[in-house]
């Protein structure tokens, strides 16, 4: 897939609109809770009950994902009697798609009516006490994709043009996370997250830039998806599986094989965990 942007001539609104009138004909459940699965973190969708599971290509606006370990479906369904859209894999700049693309399926859950939003992400340790199968609650970000998805005109009906970024986690969201990782038996680690636009991993260099400047973890994706967010009001949580030790941590070359393989380790602590969030979140509403 290339970087041919899916918006045509139609305005932002009216296509998200479309989109959700298509959702819905496809499904009575109205999620309170929004969720997005990262590389080999997709299992937590397949625990939902009575799901309807919708292929990203079927959805007018959808851009599709070809990256792997990303399924590219939206599911929505039921965890414990709280009703949830999960977007199961997600797409990235890497693939090759406007920034205003990566960020449409996020927006679709907004306009859904999902008040809180659940990233999950495969990241890199830039971190040397992390270890892979760790999972880090994120408190803040650094962008260093070279893009953001609200450039361009701003459309008012979604949010303000210019808005607070100061808790774009929000703290209460977080401490909800790190008490239901406690609950699982996991440690709960904190700590910075910085994109990049990928796809290749970075150099040893490139990650003692990268610890400098105050970064924990590494990874390819979720920063748009939290701008695109926190502009529409949604309060947000975020969640790193560490899959590997970035370049020149562990002394050993990086494989995607990996990543996955990790994601499949964690898949039952992890949907433990997320479980357990969705329960704690849903009682705040």
Sequence with gaps: MTGRSKAGTTGLVERLDEAVR??????????????????????????????????YPAIPGFPASTAIGHEGELVIGSAGGVPLAVLAGRVHLYEGYPPADVVFPVRVLGRLGTGVLILTNA???????????????????????????????????????????????????????????????VPARKGVYLALPGPSYETPAEIRMLRTLGADAVGMSTVPEVLAARHMGLRVLGLSCIT??????????????????????????????????????????
């Design 22 to 55: 298509f959702v819905r004909s496809r499904t009575p459940l109205g999620p309170s809770i929004g969720l997005v699965l990262g590389s080999g973190l997709g299992a937590f969708a397949r625990t939902l009950e009575g799901a309807t599971a919708i292929p």
């Design 123 to 185: 990241a890199g340790s830039v971190n040397t006490g992390y270890r892979p199968g760790d999972l880090m609650v994120i408190e803040d970000h650094i962008n260093l994709t070279g893009a953001n998805p609200l450039v361009g005109p701003n459309e008012d009906q979604l949010g303000e043009r210019f808005f607070d970024m100061t808790e774009a986690y929000d703290p209460q969201l977080r401490e909800i996370a790190e008490r239901a990782c406690r609950d699982a038996g």
């Design 244 to 285: 590997n030790m970035a370049a020149g941590v562990a002394g050993k070359k990086l494989d995607h094989r990996e990543v996955l393989a990790v994601g499949e380790r964690v898949k039952g602590v992890l949907t433990d965990v997320l479980s357990r969030i969705v329960r704690e979140v849903a009682r705040l509403a």
